[in-house]
């Protein structure tokens, strides 16, 4: 049956609820659920309760929920490859969200790290995170960020140049320490959300096309102190599916095994991108499959060209921490905007939050779709069409898309969006003079900040027309 309330607005794909109070199990923490007066809770904290006492926008997220993951994924990888005698390592990739907590929440759950900058590397040896688990990479480090790397003893580079194989050599000589790296290829499989398609030249800045990759290797063999261990690709974000794994490394497997014939190629590194649900039309396979499918291709593979199962490494970082975060909105005004269609007029109802682009900037920049609920109620109104906004200076500060929401939504509601754990905070802005929201964790009941939120005071410290002090002259000034 098709429900009197499916608006011709809504995109196809998009469900119009039998109940738009629900929380889809795939999409929201694991914890999540209502209590007897309509309330999100979240690990056992009410919604209402984490409002009054951190405000809104705030950012929550299920330590739980977020570690239980994290080792899940270990074991997922961990369990494959033992099955066919080999090992795995994981590695969550900080720059899905980086606190000095949660480097320690993924380094207790057995994992280790991925960083890509100073500001993340500092993070992680601030947290006390063991150099020796750190992964670090990007397509420009600098000399200084090369040196403090090798210096504090991180554990693998992942090599993405010539020239930093030229600095690394220089460096670690100049220093006398060994330097363990992976060399970055692109393996010409492009990862799409949903598929992927085979290119033979990738035109895209990281890694080396996989000739060259082979001789960023023997390149490095000639160098003193640079050891290569192996091969690192990272297909892409947001993969549901195994293909473009197995296809990727059965690609990197004909180099490493080339590589094999003049030296020890211990790891084979293929990143991370395992995708998770963000409305409840997302459908994430089950991380035990995903790693039994990309494992079992992978020893396949090495049992057909005869060489050993190298150690595997993987670098998810949404899949681990991306359904373990809600974030708690007030909704501010309301606002029914009439849309013409081809079979007449439709209405669009539009939803207010007092955050948006500056706190989640992912549906402004990849047009990324995200779900809702009203957290501070149940209702039992027919379900609206709505798009949940932010409160910037731009048509396209988009919170929620396209999501059906109880019709009575209105100012004063907390609105709950979930599965942003990933790529929010840590894309965050003040954009508009907008501070940043807390984030806090929710564990057991009890929540604690991990990152403090701004206050208007922190912008106006930046600006140094203002701790300047003003100037006498200023008020007869033309
Ligand atoms: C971004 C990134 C990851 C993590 O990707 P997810 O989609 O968050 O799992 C892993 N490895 C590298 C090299 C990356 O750039």
Same mark, same amino acid.
């Given at each position: 049956?098709?429900?009197?309330?499916?608006?011709?607005?809504?995109?196809?794909?998009?469900?119009?609820?039998?109940?738009?109070?629900?929380?889809?199990?795939?999409?929201?923490?694991?914890?999540?659920?209502?209590?007897?007066?309509?309330?999100?809770?979240?690990?056992?904290?009410?919604?209402?309760?984490?409002?009054?006492?951190?405000?809104?926008?705030?950012?929550?997220?299920?330590?739980?929920?977020?570690?239980?993951?994290?080792?899940?994924?270990?074991?997922?990888?961990?369990?494959?490859?033992?099955?066919?005698?080999?090992?795995?390592?994981?590695?969550?990739?900080?720059?899905?969200?980086?606190?000095?907590?949660?480097?320690?929440?993924?380094?207790?759950?057995?994992?280790?790290?991925?960083?890509?900058?100073?500001?993340?590397?500092?993070?992680?040896?601030?947290?006390?995170?063991?150099?020796?688990?750190?992964?670090?990479?990007?397509?420009?480090?600098?000399?200084?960020?090369?040196?403090?790397?090798?210096?504090?003893?991180?554990?693998?580079?992942?090599?993405?140049?010539?020239?930093?194989?030229?600095?690394?050599?220089?460096?670690?000589?100049?220093?006398?320490?060994?330097?363990?790296?992976?060399?970055?290829?692109?393996?010409?499989?492009?990862?799409?959300?949903?598929?992927?398609?085979?290119?033979?030249?990738?035109?895209?800045?990281?890694?080396?096309?996989?000739?060259?990759?082979? *001789?960023?290797?023997?390149?490095?063999?000639?160098?003193?102190?640079?050891?290569?261990?192996?091969?690192?690709?990272?297909?892409?974000?947001?993969?549901?599916?195994?293909?473009?794994?197995?296809?990727?490394?059965?690609?990197?497997?004909?180099?490493?095994?080339?590589?094999?014939?003049?030296?020890?190629?211990?790891?084979?590194?293929?990143?991370?991108?395992?995708?998770?649900?963000?409305?409840?039309?997302?459908?994430?396979?089950?991380?035990?499959?995903?790693?039994?499918?990309?494992?079992?291709?992978?020893?396949?593979?090495?049992?057909?060209?005869?060489?050993?199962?190298?150690?595997?490494?993987?670098?998810?970082?949404?899949?681990?921490?991306?359904?373990?975060?809600?974030?708690?909105?007030?909704?501010?005004?309301?606002?029914?905007?009439?849309?013409?269609?081809?079979?007449?007029?439709? *209405?669009?109802?539009?939803?207010?939050?007092?955050?948006?682009?500056?706190?989640?900037?992912?549906?402004?920049?990849?047009?990324?779709?995200?779900?809702?609920?009203?957290?501070?109620?149940?209702?039992?109104?027919?379900?609206?069409?709505?798009?949940?906004?932010?409160?910037?200076?731009?048509?396209?500060?988009?919170?929620?898309?396209?999501?059906?929401?109880?019709?009575?939504?209105?100012?004063?509601?907390?609105?709950?969006?979930?599965?942003?754990?990933?790529?929010?905070?840590?894309?965050?802005?003040?954009?508009?003079?907008?501070?940043?929201?807390?984030?806090?964790?929710?564990?057991?009941?009890?929540?604690?900040?991990?990152?403090?939120?701004? *206050?208007?005071?922190?912008?106006?410290?930046?600006?140094?027309?203002?701790?300047?002090?003003?100037?006498?002259?200023?008020?007869?000034?033309?």
């Amino acid at each position: 049956m098709v429900s009197e309330s499916v608006s011709p607005l809504a995109p196809e794909w998009l469900v119009a609820p039998a109940d738009a109070n629900g929380l889809a199990s795939l999409v929201w923490p694991r914890s999540a659920s209502r209590d007897n007066d309509g309330m999100l809770v979240i690990a056992g904290a009410r919604a209402d309760d984490l409002v009054r006492e951190f405000g809104t926008p705030v950012v929550v997220i299920d330590e739980h929920d977020a570690r239980s993951r994290a080792a899940e994924t270990l074991a997922a990888f961990d369990a494959a490859a033992s099955r066919h005698g080999g090992s795995a390592r994981v590695y969550y990739a900080g720059k899905v969200f980086m606190s000095a907590d949660v480097a320690r929440w993924m380094t207790a759950e057995g994992l280790n790290i991925d960083v890509c900058s100073r500001g993340e590397l500092e993070t992680a040896l601030a947290a006390g995170t063991d150099p020796a688990r750190i992964g670090f990479h990007g397509n420009n480090k600098s000399l200084s960020e090369l040196e403090r790397a090798v210096t504090v003893g991180v554990g693998t580079i992942i090599v993405d140049s010539a020239i930093e194989i030229e600095r690394l050599d220089a460096i670690t000589r100049r220093h006398g320490r060994t330097q363990r790296v992976l060399v970055r290829v692109r393996s010409g499989v492009h990862a799409d959300t949903h598929s992927f398609l085979a290119t033979a030249h990738e035109d895209q800045k990281f890694g080396f096309s996989l000739a060259e990759g082979e *001789q960023a290797a023997a390149r490095i063999r000639e160098t003193e102190h640079v050891e290569f261990i192996g091969l690192h690709c990272h297909i892409g974000s947001q993969i549901f599916g195994v293909a473009g794994f197995r296809e990727s490394a059965t690609r990197l497997l004909e180099v490493h095994a080339r590589l094999l014939e003049s030296g020890d190629v211990p790891v084979l590194n293929l990143g991370g991108g395992f995708g998770i649900a963000y409305t409840s039309v997302d459908d994430p396979a089950d991380i035990r499959d995903l790693a039994d499918g990309i494992v079992d291709a992978v020893a396949e593979e090495c049992d057909r060209r005869g060489i050993p199962l190298p150690i595997l490494a993987f670098e998810p970082g949404r899949s681990i921490f991306g359904p373990a975060g809600v974030t708690l909105y007030e909704v501010g005004t309301t606002k029914p905007i009439t849309v013409e269609t081809p079979s007449g007029s439709a *209405q669009r109802l539009y939803v207010s939050v007092d955050g948006g682009m500056s706190d989640n900037a992912r549906p402004a920049l990849y047009g990324a779709q995200f779900s809702a609920r009203i957290a501070s109620r149940t209702s039992s109104a027919d379900p609206a069409l709505v798009r949940v906004v932010g409160m910037h200076c731009e048509s396209g500060d988009i919170v929620v898309d396209n999501e059906y929401l109880p019709g009575d939504v209105t100012p004063g509601d907390l609105l709950a969006v979930p599965s942003t754990g990933a790529y929010t905070v840590a894309l965050s802005s003040n954009y508009n003079h907008v501070p940043r929201p807390p984030v806090v964790a929710v564990r057991d009941g009890a929540a604690r900040v991990i990152i403090r939120g701004e *206050q208007i005071e922190d912008l106006l410290a930046r600006d140094a027309g203002i701790t300047r002090g003003v100037p006498a002259h200023h008020e007869g000034e033309k």
